[in-house]
């Protein structure tokens, strides 16, 4: 739709007119300006006052939660006051100015909590490549935090590459091997409420921790009723064998007693487990670690088996990783509900007003709008 100012030229229009309608106009844009949205972070269980921007203490004024009015006895004066504030309490909070309903002041508060001291840990599941550092806290604090780790190796500072996933992680390359001096790693976590850190420093050898072997199986070994044979893969993580050979730890079991036996194998990827009870199903898992240093992995998928019988009782089954593969669960959305922000309202509710005194003034300046 076009406007077009029509000035009517046999009533020459007074040009107070025109300062009245530059005023009427600068006046509305003034109102109807959003002050902008402050954010406010606050401690749960703390007392939190707001004060209504720059309106006078004792101004009577309306403040608002979510778009809701709150409450007079929230106030002193014109300030908000919230006392022990839980997670609730996070929100749009507006302040209008008594009877015009001028909005004055926005914040948005956010209740979190400063961050405990983060968890760090270090490994090497690739040695002699690098290792990685991850972390985290052990309780959320409800608001973003920012993470700065600092890695040092012979004074000297060494670049942690984060991961794009997971994000809590980054990784280090070993640039001097079998080196003596520690290194000591540095992790700083701050948000809005305060900051915490934690630093570690441990021996390159000490942090080697490779993943658990791989592909492990158990069979029957036919015509032998106390025999299995358990066969494994390096884990496909540890990068030269030739190099840093792995030593291996089998533990078994049969499935109806609690009790395991033990067998470390400094050698092959392959064991013959010559004691288990005749028509016993068992339960088997591996162990790897480097044979010089560091520490033993965690233990492989757990495989059963049952020796051979002369009418096989059980069939072997392989990897018993499948019974821990979740199904996967469609995730029900809850899809976001419309918020109405208050200030767009009263936004388009203005424009309107805005439409009505426009007409009056040109009316009054003799100006026809076609
Ligand atoms: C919050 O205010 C109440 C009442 O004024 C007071 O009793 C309490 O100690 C205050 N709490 C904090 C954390 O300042
Ligand atoms: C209101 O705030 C003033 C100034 O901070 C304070 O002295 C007064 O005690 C408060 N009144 C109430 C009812 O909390
Ligand atoms: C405001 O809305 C948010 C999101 O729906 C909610 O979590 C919060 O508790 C509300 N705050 C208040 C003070 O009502
Ligand atoms: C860091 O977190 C610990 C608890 O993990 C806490 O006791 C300590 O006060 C925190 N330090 C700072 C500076 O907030
Ligand atoms: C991280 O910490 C180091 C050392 O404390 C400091 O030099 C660096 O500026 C920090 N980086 C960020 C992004 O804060």
Known sequence: MDLILLPQMAYPVPAACYVVLATALVVYAQRHSQPESHVHYAQLGSNVTVPCGSVDQDAPVTWTANSTDLDASLLNGSRLVLQSVDLSHSGQYSCYEGSSWHLKYRVNLKVGLPPKEPVLMCRSNNYPNGFYCSWHLPSPTYIPDTFNITVMHDSKEITCEKEAAPKNRCYIRYLHLFSSKKYKVTLTV???????????????????????????????????????????????????????????????????????????????????????????????????????????????????????????????????????????????????????????????????????????????????LI
């Open 190 to 368: 701050a948000n809005a409420l305060g900051s915490n850190s934690t630093t570690i420093s441990f021996d390159e050898f000490a942090i080697v921790k490779p993943d658990p072997p791989e592909n492990v199986v158990a069979k029957p070994i036919s015509s032998n009723a106390r025999r299995l044979l358990v066969t494994w893969q390096y884990p496909s993580s540890w990068p030269d064998p030739d190099s840093f050979p792995l030593k291996f730890f089998l533990r078994y079991r049969p499935l109806i007693i609690d009790q395991w036996q033990h067998v470390e194998l400094t050698d092959g990827t392959s064991h013959i487990i010559t004691d288990a009870y005749a028509g016993k199903e068992y339960i088997i898992q591996v162990a790897a670690k480097d044979n010089e240093i560091g520490t033993w992995s965690d233990w492989s998928v757990a495989v059963h088996a049952t020796p051979w019988t002369e009418e096989p009782k059980h069939l072997t089954t392989e990897a018993q990783g499948a019974e821990t593969t979740t199904a996967s669960t469609s995730a029900f959305v809850v899809p976001p509900t419309t918020r109405i922000d208050s200030s767009d309202e009263a936004g388009s509710d203005g424009a309107a007003a805005l439409s009505v005194l426009l007409g009056l003034l040109l009316g009054l300046c003799g100006i026809h």
